[in-house]
């Protein structure tokens, strides 16, 4: 009886947690209300509160299922039994995807400064996260012998920030947005230099 009802109460806080998401990334925070929400499940305001106590708890709980769902597709390209090459694409172009999908949706420039108000460290794990999956890859490149004369811990960083054009939070109204082959492109750039012989 007791796992019957932790499952039914999961199914509430994803029902919420997923109709916040799609409120937020539409409409913004501020103009999402709570009885919104409520009307958007078909779960009553108060049934709401006792999951979120407001929408910075929503928030919250959104970002951390979401970041978690992200580092374990991130995770899963890891244990690829391809190439290192081939993961570091599957990686950059999983994230490109992901981060493309966020700025396709309205509001959500509003919801990504509402994330680094409300969880910096969260910003900061992250970058971090994806420095040390790419120099993981990196290093697996470099002792297999497919990437001789990479180096893993100074490569990263200047992959990473090679491509952060990529990544931005909303689009160039000039420029447009970034586009997959472009980055690819950029990626096949560096693996052809870290496959040249050390000098």
Known sequence: MTQLLETRKDS???LILGAARRRFGRFGIRATTMQE??????????TIYQFFPDKDALIRAWVTEHCQQMHDELANVLRQPVSAEEKLKQ???LR???ERAMREEAAMH???????????EMVQE?????????????EEGRQTGSLPSVEP???????????RGFFPT???????????????????WFIAKWKLPRP
Do not use: Q, S
């Not at 929400?37 to 108060?46: E, K, L, Q, S, Y």
């Not at 509003?110 to 910096?120: D, G, I, N, S, T």
């Not at 811990?153 to 491509?163: K, P």
């Not at 420029?175 to 990626?187: A, D, N, Q, S």
């Open 12 to 14: 509430k806080r994803a």
């Open 37 to 46: 929400i409520a009307r958007d499940t078909d779960i009553a305001v108060g």
């Open 91 to 93: 990686f950059l172009t």
């Open 96 to 98: 490109f995807r992901a």
């Open 110 to 120: 509003e919801v990504a400064k509402a994330v680094r108000r409300l969880m910096p």
């Open 126 to 138: 992250t970058v971090a996260a994806v420095f040390g999956y790419l120099r993981t890859i990196l």
């Open 153 to 163: 811990e100074a490569d990263a960083g200047i992959l990473f920030h090679a491509l």
């Open 170 to 188: 909303v689009d160039d109204p000039i420029m447009g947005p970034p586009e997959e082959k472009t980055m690819l492109r950029v990626i096949d």
